[in-house]
C-alpha cells in the first residue's frame, strides 16, 4: 500500500499529522497559527480525521490552510517527535508538494514564510520536525 493511501494507525500513540512541504525556488514555505503561544514556524497541514487516508488529509488542509489546490505530491517520509503544546508524542508523514496559485493565509494560518536550509539566519524559529528532519531529508533529496 502506497503512503498515500493509510489511514491514521490505530496503533501509533499520540498525535499523527501529514504535512506539506511546499517547495519553490530553493526554499520551502512554513505557517505560523493564529492561536498558538510561540512564534515557531510549521509545516502546512494537520491532524488526520477519522476514516481519512493522508493523500485526504494533505489536500484539504492545503485548501484549507492556503487556499491553493495540489499539483502534484511525493511522499518525503514519517518523522517523530515530542508536541511542544501538548506534551505527547507526534508523527508527521511529510509530502514534497507543488501547488497552483498564490498560497493566501486562511483559517487558522496567521502568515507564512519562505525559508530555505539557514532558517535560523533569517531569525525564524521553526518546529523541531521541520528544522531537524524535514529540512535534512529535503536537502540530501535535492530539492533544496
Not at 512554513?30 to 491532524?47: H, N
Not at 523541531?128 to 533529496?141: F, G, N, T
Request: some cysteine; glycine content about 8%.
Amino acid at each position: 500500500m502506497k503512503p498515500e493511501d493509510r489511514l491514521r494507525d490505530p496503533n501509533l500513540d499520540g498525535i499523527q499529522k501529514v504535512g506539506a512541504a511546499i517547495v519553490r525556488d530553493g526554499k520551502v514555505l512554513v505557517v505560523r497559527k493564529k492561536d498558538q503561544p510561540s512564534a515557531e514556524y510549521y509545516m502546512p497541514g494537520g491532524r488526520m480525521e477519522e476514516g481519512e487516508t493522508q493523500r485526504e488529509t494533505l489536500f484539504r488542509e492545503v485548501r484549507e490552510e492556503l487556499c491553493v489546490d495540489i499539483d502534484y505530491f511525493e511522499y518525503v517520509g514519517s518523522f517523530e517527535d515530542r508536541a511542544v503544546f501538548e506534551g505527547t508524542p507526534i508523527v508527521i508523514h511529510a509530502y514534497l508538494v507543488t501547488v497552483v496559485g498564490v498560497p493566501t493565509a486562511a483559517n487558522e494560518v496567521r502568515e507564512y514564510a519562505w525559508i530555505d536550509q539557514h532558517h535560523e539566519r533569517q531569525g525564524l524559529e521553526v518546529s523541531s520536525i521541520m528544522a531537524k528532519q524535514v529540512i535534512p531529508a529535503l536537502v540530501k533529496a535535492g530539492r533544496l
